[in-house]
Each structure stands twice: as C-alpha cells, then as structure tokens.
C-alpha cells in the first residue's frame, strides 16, 4: 500500500518538476532582459535535477545543481552585471528567437504528448545492455574524459575574459 502512494507520489512529482522545467524553459524565450533569462535558466536547471533525482540518478543530479547550476551560472550571471544597461538592444520587448523557439516548443509538445500515449522508453542501459553502473561511469571519467572536463573550465574562463575585454574595448573614455 505504501509503495504505490509512494510510486505515485514520484511520478506526480516527476511531472510537477518536469512542467516547472518545461515552463522555465518557455519563459527564457519570452523574457529579455538578460538577468531574468539567466534567472529562468536557472530555475530549469534546478527543476531538471529533482527530474533527475527522481528519476534514480542521483549522481547526475548532483552533478546537475553544483556544476551547471553552481558554477555555469555564477559566470553567466558575472558576465551579465557587466554588460551595459543603457545599450538600445535592451529596450526591444522580446527576443527575436521568440517565433523560431514557439514553433520548436509545439513540436516537443506533439512529441510529448505522442510519447504519453505510447510506451514510453525503460531507463538507460549500458553499452551491453546492463544497468547503469556509477562504479563504471567514473571510472571511465576519471581516466578517458578527465581532461576534456578541465579544458571545458578553461574555455568558461578565457569566454568571461574575452566578455570583459570586448566590454572594455567598446567602453567610451568618460574622460573624453
């Protein structure tokens, strides 16, 4: 008896979590100003660790919050302080992404919707049809993928740095 309310109370939960994400996601669309965006986009990555979670990958959903959510963001949100609020793109209501993005959300939505009403996939497997394994995931992270991960920090770094140089350049010398 308890298992069911339990099994239930996930799969409502995963729903909630996975609507929030999907309306998150929407509203980075709709929005312009780039604090907001990046504020929506957050809020879809948290909702797309409690997807995660739920769904019994804890390890990725933790990877989900502290690197995406933790790290990603502080610089998105670093690099929009900097950006000048006075600059006329900013006045224009929405993005012009708006119409190609509503189109692309009707086709998930299709898709979605399509998938509800078919059996929809089991969970993942591995490459020989096992389960997933986190013992085998980092193994093969830690040895195959680690350096891919450290030169993706780096490039964040050198896109914040290259941010702040072209913000400088395109600055006028308040002096002059």
């Given at each position: ?15 909630v ?29 948290v ?20 690197i995406?959510?933790?790290?990603v963001m ?27 993005g ?25 490459p ?12 093969v ?25 072209v ?10």
């Amino acid at each position: 008896m308890i298992d069911t309310v339990l099994a239930s109370l996930d799969t409502v939960f995963l729903y909630v979590f996975a609507g929030c994400a999907f309306l998150s996601a929407a509203l980075m669309l709709f929005l312009k100003e780039p604090m907001r965006v990046a504020l929506a986009l957050i809020s879809c990555m948290v909702f797309l660790g409690g997807v995660y979670g739920l769904l019994g990958v804890h390890f990725i959903a933790a990877f989900q919050v502290l690197i995406y959510v933790g790290a990603v963001m502080v610089f998105m949100v670093y690099a929009i302080m900097l950006l000048d609020p006075r600059d006329e793109s900013m006045k224009v209501r929405y993005s012009h992404f708006l119409w190609p993005g509503a189109v692309g959300y009707v086709l998930l939505v299709e898709a979605l919707t399509a998938g509800i009403w078919n059996d929809l996939p089991g969970p993942p497997r591995g490459p020989a049809g096992e389960p997933f394994s986190l013992k085998a995931f980092s193994e093969v992270f830690l040895s195959e993928y680690w350096l891919h991960f450290e030169l993706t920090s780096v490039l964040l770094v050198a896109a914040v740095v290259a941010a702040l140089a072209v913000i400088r350049v395109n600055r006028k010398d308040p002096r002059g």
